[in-house]
């Protein structure tokens, strides 16, 4: 692995804007339970029972059931090495990094991370789809701990903001990481098997001359674009190439 985090590390010296899609494989280091996995969240709940839009507003007390521990297992994780990286990454080397994230967790955000777009939404806020309002989720956060449903003012249940089988991906999220994509000269896919449209097309808006980076366990359908791939956690990986760039700022971009 050592070659290739040094590769990684010349490549993130080079660059100037680096554009970001993280996916499970970012949080599953932080001890979040991904969804399709064998031991993920599907695996003992259906994608229908939980996340449906429909399915919400004919019985929410089944979503805030679920929430108690889902919620509070997001809260109590803490960002890993890999966010850590990619806020060191903008803090401390000036790059421009922009993350569209498939995560919900909001670990990229308590990193440092300050350009981060939630692609699938956020468990930060909630909103209500009859008026308008939002408030942070803590806020009614005791109200579905203590077994009730959280309402509105206006009598509404309130939605948390993250996206349903049945909705939309939010506009802002979405445009601003296409922006990103199209404008990088580093694209880093991030701990996700591109499975999941239309998050998994982002990377491919980047422009031809842009270098591409795949940390994944696993396969992935762009491997074959791939300036590098590296079969490894995204956390160790992202935090010996950062350790790397931080002794010596000098590397030169691989050809």
């Keep these: 692995m050592q070659q290739n985090t040094v590769r990684l590390a010349a490549y993130l010296a080079a660059a100037e804007r680096v554009a970001v899609l993280s996916g499970a494989g970012m949080s599953t280091e932080s001890g979040i339970p991904d969804f399709r996995s064998a031991t993920g969240v599907y695996a003992t709940v259906t994608s229908e029972e939980i996340f449906d839009l429909e399915a919400f507003w004919r019985q929410p007390e089944d979503f805030y059931a679920f929430a108690r521990s889902f919620f509070g297992d997001m809260w109590a994780a803490e960002p890993n090495a890999g966010h850590r990286a990619l806020a060191r990454l903008e803090q401390e080397f000036g790059k421009r990094v922009d993350i569209a994230t498939q995560n919900i967790d909001t670990l990229h955000q308590r990193a440092g991370s300050s350009r981060v777009h939630p692609v699938h939404g956020t468990i930060e806020t909630v909103s209500c789809l009859r008026c308008g ?76 001359a842009a270098s591409l980076i795949v940390i994944n366990r696993t396969p992935t359908p762009l491997d074959g674009e791939a300036d590098l791939v590296c079969r490894d956690s995204v956390g160790v990986v992202l935090d010996e190439a950062i350790h790397i760039l931080a002794a010596d700022q000098s590397l030169s971009r691989p050809t």
Excluded: H, N
């Design 133 to 208: 309002a939002q408030r942070p989720t803590l806020e009614v956060r005791p109200t579905f701990a203590a077994g009730r449903v959280p309402k509105c003012a206006c009598g509404c249940v309130w939605k948390p903001d993250i996206v349903f089988f049945g909705e939309a991906l939010p506009d802002r999220a979405i445009t601003d990481s296409l922006a990103a994509m199209r404008e990088a000269d580093l694209v880093l896919v991030l701990g996700t098997s591109l499975a999941v449209y239309p998050a998994a097309g982002l990377p491919r808006q980047r422009q031809a």
